[in-house]
């Protein structure tokens, strides 16, 4: 008896070691995962489709953007991406760049670039950035994943950006 209970746990344990094993990912795969939702994001942006990108985050993320405060929550980000769309702010082009993913447990990190080209009523030309960003993304329980915290920032020096857009 004794030993078909030992038996029967060490099958479990083999067992349970082989569906972990097999359902994980590697950094590899998660990248190509990440760049596929990332080309979504952007057509989206590109369409001033709010909702879609929003579709993509966890109902308590956390926003971090340049020279704005926090957002904490889905309803505080819907309400920054409307204030920006009645604004009249509106996307060009968007062209991420995923460098590198780390996966520890169900969050998943990645570090990247960005170039952004976009425009505002009353600016004469498209104003351009390029800069970086970290999104750690929540593995969801049907393998999904949805962004759980983002911070972005540009490596453009704001006043020379101002300044050249005096100049031309």
């Known amino acids: 008896m004794k030993r ?4 029967s746990g060490c099958l ?3 067992v349970l070691l082989m569906t972990n ?3 994980s990912q590697t950094p590899a795969e998660f990248k190509a995962k990440i760049e596929a939702i990332n080309k979504d994001m952007a057509k989206a942006m590109l369409a001033g489709d709010t909702e879609k990108n929003l579709s993509l985050y966890t109902a308590d993320a956390i926003s971090m953007p340049s020279y704005e405060p926090m957002r904490m929550g889905i309803d505080a ?3 920054s991406g409307e204030e920006m769309k009645k604004s009249g702010w509106k996307c060009l082009s968007f062209e991420p760049t995923t460098l590198k993913v780390i996966v520890n447990g169900s969050m998943i990190t990645e570090i990247g670039t960005y ?4 425009s505002m009523p009353g600016m004469d030309k498209p104003m351009d950035d390029h800069g970086k960003y970290l ?8 393998g999904s994943l949805k962004v759980k915290v983002d911070t972005w920032n540009t490596d453009v020096n704001p006043m020379a950006m101002m300044d050249d857009m005096k100049k031309k």
């Open 4 to 7: 078909k209970i030992v038996l």
């Open 12 to 14: 479990l344990i083999v």
């Open 21 to 23: 094993w097999s359902y």
């Open 77 to 79: 980000i819907r309400k």
């Open 115 to 118: 170039k952004i080209s976009m």
């Open 135 to 142: 999104t750690i993304w929540e593995k969801m329980k049907d």
